[in-house]
Structure formats: C-alpha cells, structure tokens
Nanobody, 123 residues
Framework: QVQLVESGGGLVQAGDSLRLACAAS????????MGWVRQAPGKEREFVAA????????YYKDSVTGRFTISFDNAKNTVYLQMNSLKPEDTAVYYC????????????????WGQGTQVTVPS
C-alpha cells in the first residue's frame, strides 16, 4: 500500500525559506513521477512542481520557477520541495502526490496523495 507522509510546513515571514519533505513507502517509486500540489483556502488544488524519479526531469508552476526546487533522494525514498523567497500567495496546504511513469501538471491525474502540510506566509 502506497503511503506518502509530508513534513516541514510552518509559519514563516515573507522572504523566508522552508523545505518540505515527503517520505514514500509501499512499493518502488523508480518509475514514478512525484509532485507537489497546493490548495489555498477557497481555491482549487493547483500543481506546483513535479519530478520524474528515474530521469530527474522537473517541471514547475510559472509563479514558483526560480524560487522552488524539487528533488528526490533515492536512498531515502523522499521527495523534497525547497521553497525560497516565500510570498503570502504561497500560503496553502501542500500535498505530495505520485503517479506512474509520466509527469503531469494536472493535479487531478495523480493517484496517491499524502495528508498535506500547512505553509503560512502572512502578508
């Protein structure tokens, strides 16, 4: 059974950094595309970033490009999201998600989800 467990959220000031982590278990993930999706209050879930585990290719939402970096540690089966220069508009619950084979920028195409971790950046 696939399990994704996020950690690392919190309350930070604008301009600060946070690193989110998502520990994956239950099967091998070498054929997966793993991503981060966020949901702000009153809004739909939106794609943030994704990585192809085998090839290391990455994709980002335009508004986080240059500020966020996604990576995967094969030894720990953990995907990270390093978030720098945080802005109030980054405030959301951040979810880790995974799907087989191909990266998707459509949040609805991911098959397994973690429970989410809150990131708050006050204005």
């Amino acid at each position: 059974q696939v399990q994704l467990v996020e950690s690392g959220g919190g309350l930070v000031q604008a301009g600060d950094s946070l690193r989110l982590a998502c520990a994956a278990s239950g099967r091998t993930f070498r054929n997966d595309a793993m991503g981060w999706v966020r949901q702000a209050p009153g809004k739909e879930r939106e794609f943030v970033a994704a990585i192809g585990v085998s090839g290391g290719d990455t994709y980002y939402k335009d508004s986080v490009t240059g500020r966020f970096t996604i990576s995967f540690d094969n030894a720990k089966n953990t995907v990270y999201l390093q978030m720098n220069s945080l802005k109030p508009e980054d405030t959301a619950v951040y979810y880790c998600a995974t799907r087989l084979y191909y990266i998707s920028t459509n949040a609805g195409e991911y098959d397994y989800w973690g429970q989410g971790t809150q990131v708050t950046v006050p204005s």
